[in-house]
């Protein structure tokens, strides 16, 4: 079904089974899968690729009962140049995507995150709202990126990694935040980052590290509870 | 495709390629999305939203190899009044979703588990089958709640936690008997329970921790064994 | 959509929605859901089921920024006999399922994966490229198997299970090389595995531990960094 208001450029193909709702616009040269359903007001840029099963604009969900609310207005779903969504993905009406991202198969990202250019969204990572996440980023499968983290140019992250914004777990009323990747930080898979800390620039955070407090700049840290790794 | 035994309230909206099979139930004002499957027999109340490219009421699968049988016979699954179904979500034939109860996208919940009312399963949650889960709960995203397990009212468990049911890992012939969470109980993000332990009422399990015995109600526990905090 | 080149044994079941692509094979006493794709050349043997949402033989994304490129050419899916796929599954074009697999729901394969007779891999697992997984393997919920890891017969891994290939994270240039499992180890869930590691025949890896280095065939591993537990 594809909405008497979608905008589509040249040379678009379309698959089977899609769903284009209002106001879509979509760039020249766009490849659609099959089974894809993009909401009220996406805006897809050229030479995009969107695959099999992807939802792409999601609006929030009404629930009276969760805990949060959207801190600013939410706009449509904007998808840079050249991007590509990978199959079963889920992405939030709200967010920005640069030129040149990929998301992987299964991955979601909520809605207010921006994702910097030739940034990498691995398979199944999970990226919360209000995230924002700098240039030539990788995010490896499987990894859970909490709301409100700042992860800026160049950071690489491990599969399977976790990350928490929410001191008193669910408390309410708390100011809730995300840690902090520097420039250059490597966090290695399956480390657990505490909330609010900062990873410093080009820091360290070995394997399965659970990580409690800041790590300065250039620093190596290992263990649970993570301390550094002194040169030997 | 609706098949001709579909019950239909009032006020229903239907999404785009959706199968409705025999004896479905639907009640008023429910939206179902795109792509939406539901499966023989389920019972969805008043006023419930299933989003895109969700599965309800999958059968168990025949498959000769698979290690367990179900204990108890499997009825239809049931959604209460509110409920809210995240996109892509599969949930079994034999559960029980009460009123207001909230699942993420790409959760998934096995047979024979019930949620109490007002709890939140989320995002790319992993929920076995036999586990009962309390009211006011919260799992949060990606995490993984093993079979038979025990979650009481007003529980919260952190991003990507983890817990077994199984001493043995796969040698079968022993009885599985996953962790047992009492009332109030606070887990981090990616901390790992071991088979049959049991935390204790409002008892706090730090992010990363590696539970391997119980925890005293009230007592905050944390490392790799998980040892006591002592307060200082 | 089922294309005029695909070859249809006796008995095959076909659900609403699929998409199926040139040149596919299938079976007879097969089963396919809703909404299935299966992409071109995809070869399903005898008395496979293949459930609702399941993209079969997905070719690799063209995508110029994604830092590896595939060793060996890449063939078809091939889908052995008496196979089950679950919901939402997504497997690549170039691997090998051989006889009784199954593959759970929301579970992604990728190319050049071999998997031997009779094996598991659960929900929400996610396996890498070019790796090899022998017969009688379980693979638990939402585990991450990293590329180029081998994995021999009967090895069982736990849920959560995370490894990686990487020792230099995202550096470039270097040799990727995921851990060895010899026959019959056994992984505890949340365990992390670094690169390049074996762990030895019925060696035991406990819930949480972090292993750093080679394990001895039947040892057992636990603690962060994980060190040989001795009998008492």
Redesign the interface.
């Known amino acids: 079904?594809i909405d008497q208001t979608v905008t589509l450029g040249e040379n678009v193909k379309i698959?089977?089974?899609v769903?284009l709702e209002e106001n879509v616009m979509i760039g020249n040269n766009v490849e659609i899968g099959?089974?894809v359903?993009i909401k009220e007001g996406t805006i897809i840029s050229d030479d995009v690729?969107i695959?099999?099963?992807a939802?792409l604009g999601?609006p929030l969900?009404k629930?009276k009962?969760?805990a949060r609310k959207p801190k600013k207005e939410v706009d449509v779903l904007l998808i840079g140049e050249r991007a590509?969504i990978?199959?079963?993905a889920?992405l939030y009406r709200g967010s920005k995507l640069m030129d040149?991202v990929?998301v992987g198969?299964?991955a979601?990202i909520r809605e207010n995150v921006i994702v910097g250019e030739?940034s990498?969204i691995g398979?199944?990572a999970?990226v919360?709202n209000n995230t924002t996440i700098g240039k030539g980023v990788?995010i490896q499968?499987?990894s859970?990126v909490?709301a409100d983290m700042v992860i800026e140019d160049n950071v690489?992250i491990?599969?399977?990694f976790?990350?928490?914004n929410?001191k008193y777990?669910?408390m309410g009323n708390v100011e809730l935040k995300g840690p902090t990747l520097k420039k250059g930080a490597?966090?290695?898979?399956?480390a657990?980052l505490?909330p609010g800390i900062t990873i410093g620039v080009k820091a360290?955070v070995?394997?399965?590290?659970?990580v409690?407090k800041d790590v300065t700049d250039g620093k190596t840290v290992?263990?649970?509870?993570a301390q550094v790794l002194e040169k030997k």
């Open positions: 079904m698959g089977e089974y769903v099959n089974h359903i690729t695959q099999d099963h939802i999601k969900t629930f009962h969760l590509v990978g199959s079963h889920v040149d990929f198969d299964m979601s030739k990498i398979r199944n999970m919360e990788t499968t499987s859970y909490t690489f491990g599969p399977s976790s990350s928490s929410d777990m669910g490597k966090i290695g898979n399956n657990s505490l360290v070995g394997a399965g590290a659970v409690t290992v263990g649970n509870p």
